[in-house]
């Protein structure tokens, strides 16, 4: 859940609230949901039939065979990590930095300041064995939730359901318009639910992952879903989604506005950079287990299956994965980062993985499932469908950066391939 929360919806609701025209960003948040709930289903049964790091590093492999493809998926999963696991923490420290301006004013270069320092902070919280990260975890989603929770319950007195609730549906010139405002808004929605699987990265250190896995991911979305749809609500009936769409820093905004008070709203924000921190520290972790779990199996650079001599945690791969993401804080802005991350992922990882798992089905239906997704294969396919829409509904130079991802990582396949096949006869 604080991977799921971090600096997530306290940026993209602006976002969200100025593509859909208000009110009617509500229909990101629904749709977001909804592909959270299918897409987690894949991830519930496939987590639960294979708990062990790498997530869907090992799922492809499963699902796909020992055929060429069982090869290929992987390794795309493997070369897209390297770029968009730094991305997905550079976006979570650049978000940071951008809600400490609220604090104080800081300048551009500060902010890179602030956002590399904090990926070295974080990176340093971890460097340690994965119980007392636990103990950690828990600690900050008290935090989480309970300012989530502040949030919502302060808008009560100030709620006005006329505000709230006009979608305005009929400020978008046409159907057309409305379905890639969806399409584009729904994007950064996804993106704040982003997190759900992360347990998945971890299978090998989770106790009883048949059950714990499943249930995990499915009280995570059922949780932030009820918190986002809430808070977005709230905000809405109290603010006027002008406002709300010329933010940078919304909910200290709000909790300004409610209270009358700049110190309520700087209380807010440190709370909020504190559950930024939070799901940043979620998000590492997690990412630290992929390039570990591929080296093991031979697939990958071999210093990255190291762990550490007394608390046996993969801390080569921690390292790279949080010192790249280090200099990515420092390079690139919020907006392009968001829908670069989720368009580079989407074909390989989320729609390859749904697609994977209903062949897997049909073409080993006897096989054991500890967990088996509900009315299979629809979540599977609904899943597939949104993910494929918002996919088309946005940028074109975004498609054609996600395709230049999969090429390259295409190329670097066969000529790896060719290179160990002649090295091995040679």
């Given at each position: 859940m604080i991977d799921m929360v971090g600096i997530g919806p306290f940026v993209t609701l602006p976002i969200i609230v100025t593509l859909m025209h208000g009110p009617a960003s509500v229909l990101a948040w629904l749709l977001g949901a909804l592909l959270a709930y299918s897409d987690g289903m894949v991830w519930a049964e496939l987590g639960a039939k294979w708990p062990q790091a790498g997530g869907?590093?090992?799922?492809?492999?499963?699902?796909?065979?020992?055929?060429?493809?069982?090869?290929?998926?992987?390794?795309?999963?493997?070369?897209?990590?390297?770029?968009?696991?730094?991305?997905?923490?550079?976006?979570?420290?650049?978000?940071?930095?951008?809600?400490?301006?609220?604090?104080?004013?800081?300048?551009?270069?500060?902010?890179?300041?602030?956002?590399?320092?904090?990926?070295?902070?974080?990176?340093?919280?971890?460097?340690?064995?994965?119980?007392?990260?636990?103990?950690?975890?828990?600690?900050?989603?008290?935090?989480?939730?309970?300012?989530?929770?502040?949030?919502?319950?302060?808008?009560?007195?100030?709620?006005?359901?006329?505000?709230?609730?006009?979608?305005?549906?009929?400020?978008?010139?046409?159907?057309?318009?409305?379905?890639?405002?969806?399409?584009?808004?729904?994007?950064?929605?996804?993106?704040?639910?982003?997190?759900?699987?992360?347990?998945?990265?971890?299978?090998?250190?989770?106790?009883?992952?048949?059950?714990?896995?499943?249930?995990?991911?499915?009280?995570?979305?059922?949780?932030?879903?009820?918190?986002?749809?809430?808070?977005?609500?709230?905000?809405?009936?109290?603010l006027p989604w002008q406002q709300i769409a010329g933010s940078d820093f919304v909910v200290s905004e709000y909790f300004e506005h409610i209270y009358s008070s700049h110190l309520v709203g700087q209380i807010a924000t440190v709370l909020i950079l504190v559950i930024a921190a939070s799901a940043l520290f979620a998000g590492i972790l997690g990412y630290s287990r992929i390039p570990y779990a591929a080296a093991l199996n031979g697939d990958f650079f071999s210093v990255f299956s190291r762990v550490h001599p007394k608390h046996k945690f993969p801390h080569v791969s921690l390292l790279v994965i949080g010192g790249v993401g280090f200099v990515f804080s420092l390079l690139f802005r919020l907006g392009e980062v968001i829908t670069a991350i989720l368009m580079m992922r989407m074909l390989v990882q989320f729609v390859s993985q749904a697609l994977g798992l209903i062949a897997w089905h049909y073409r080993e239906p006897q096989a054991e499932r500890p967990f088996r997704m509900p009315l299979f294969p629809v979540p599977a396919i609904l899943s597939i469908a949104i993910w494929l829409f918002i996919f088309l509904s946005n940028e074109t130079r975004y498609k054609v950066f996600a395709a230049g991802i999969i090429t390259s990582g295409v190329m670097a396949f066969y000529i790896r391939d060719r290179w160990l096949r002649q090295h091995a006869n040679g």
């Open positions: 869907s590093y090992v799922f492809l492999q499963k699902i796909f065979g020992g055929r060429k493809l069982g090869k290929l998926m992987p390794f795309l999963f493997i070369w897209q990590t390297t770029i968009q696991a730094p991305l997905v923490i550079a976006s979570g420290a650049i978000g940071f930095a951008k809600y400490c301006s609220f604090l104080v004013p800081l300048t551009d270069m500060q902010r890179k300041m602030v956002s590399g320092a904090l990926v070295l902070l974080l990176i340093t919280l971890l460097y340690r064995n994965i119980r007392s990260i636990g103990r950690i975890s828990v600690v900050l989603w008290v935090i989480t939730g309970g300012t989530i929770l502040w949030l919502i319950v302060s808008g009560i007195n100030s709620f006005d359901a006329s505000r709230a609730f006009d979608l305005r549906l009929d400020s978008f010139d046409s159907s057309a318009l409305l379905f890639v405002a969806l399409g584009k808004s729904s994007l950064n929605a996804v993106y704040s639910y982003l997190g759900y699987y992360n347990v998945c990265h971890l299978g090998g250190e989770i106790r009883d992952p048949g059950k714990n896995i499943p249930r995990s991911i499915i009280i995570s979305i059922t949780g932030i879903a009820v918190l986002y749809l809430a808070m977005q609500t709230v905000v809405l009936g109290v």
